[in-house]
């Protein structure tokens, strides 16, 4: 098990290493620049001044190999502006923000989507059935923005009257704040854990053993709780953690909407203002948390699923 787990963690490396590659490549070949942008023109002089103090007037290689070495020793660099800021104090002072939207976005999702995929399956071809996959449907459908947009309408306040409705519209102030980004981040996946859960529910009340259940007379209640649903989970493990990363990730155009100052708001803020460096710096750290998240998945499966490790060490 020891060897099946440093073989997946060391697959980390050449993961990250392809996306610095990419982002460098693609960061490094968008047109414009940080100091050539719409609504913003500094004179020829003074960009060559600041080219040569970031060092972007040095050849890509050199750049590349300057910028991923600083990675590896910690330095994320410093950010492509006139009053320079470190990368990794502003991703650190923007990632709570973002890290507790995902956590209360994916906990709403898994208590919203489990009992869904276990109606669905058990009514099967019923009424609460074609209720829940609905439910689930529309949750896969519905755009993020279009899900926020739509609860600020009618159920958020106006930044000039915070107190006019129910739920504020706008920033991150307290619990109140919280619930409507929540509920419009949660939408897509609690509708994939919804879906997951049925195929998985499906697949497990015909399998030998729940027959077997049922020929001996156990309650209805105690085989759907500890026969189905504690297997018919196993595979939700497979999509649940990844899911988690997306989200966390995925949580730019939600914090856009409702202005919250997290690490999607910052990214964006960095590509709007071609900030080389800030946009690299917030792109490897998405890579690495959605590496080491997938690593733990393929890592915790193994231990559920030795069949897993045994034919990746063998192999």
């Known amino acids: 098990m020891l060897s099946y787990a440093v073989r997946r963690i060391l697959w980390i490396i050449p993961v990250l290493l392809v996306a610095t590659m990419i982002t460098f490549l693609v960061m490094h070949n968008t047109p414009g620049s940080p100091w050539n942008r719409e609504g913003r023109q500094i004179p020829q002089s003074q960009q060559t001044a600041l080219n040569a103090k970031f060092g972007l007037d040095q050849p890509l290689p050199v750049q590349y190999l300057k910028w991923v070495g600083g990675l590896i020793t910690g330095d994320m660099g410093q950010t492509v502006t006139e009053r320079p800021y470190l990368v990794s104090r502003l991703i650190g002072n923007s990632l709570w923000p973002t890290v507790q939207l995902g956590l209360m976005a994916f906990t709403l999702a898994?208590?919203?989507?489990?009992?869904?995929?276990?109606?669905?399956?058990?009514?099967?071809?019923?009424?609460?059935?074609?209720?829940?996959?609905?439910?689930?449907?529309?949750?896969?459908?519905?755009?993020?923005?279009?899900?926020?947009?739509?609860?600020?309408?009618?159920?958020?306040?106006?930044?000039?009257?915070?107190?006019?409705?129910?739920?504020?519209?706008?920033?991150?102030?307290g619990p109140r704040a919280w619930i409507l980004p929540t509920i419009a981040l949660a939408g897509l996946p609690m509708a994939t854990i919804a879906r997951q859960t049925k195929a998985s529910m499906l697949d497990v009340i015909h399998a030998d053993y729940i027959r077997t259940a049922h020929s001996k007379g156990l309650e209805e209640e105690r085989i759907v709780r500890f026969h189905m649903l504690r297997n018919a989970l196993v595979p939700l493990l497979t999509v649940a953690v990844p899911l988690l990363g997306m989200v966390i990730t995925g949580s730019i155009v939600i914090e856009q909407v409702f202005r919250i100052p997290g690490l999607g708001n910052l990214y964006w803020s960095a590509i709007k203002y071609r900030d080389y460096t800030l946009v690299m710096g917030i792109t490897v750290f998405y890579a690495a948390l959605v590496a080491v998240l997938n690593a733990a998945v393929d890592i915790a499966y193994g231990f559920i699923d030795p069949r897993l490790r045994d034919h990746s060490v063998s192999a």
């Open 110 to 173: 898994v208590v919203l989507g489990v009992p869904l995929g276990l109606i669905a399956a058990i009514r099967h071809k019923t009424l609460y059935d074609y209720a829940a996959t609905g439910v689930a449907m529309l949750g896969m459908a519905a755009p993020a923005f279009m899900f926020g947009t739509l609860l600020q309408l009618f159920l958020g306040a106006p930044e000039f009257r915070p107190d006019a409705g129910p739920f504020p519209s706008f920033g991150w102030d």
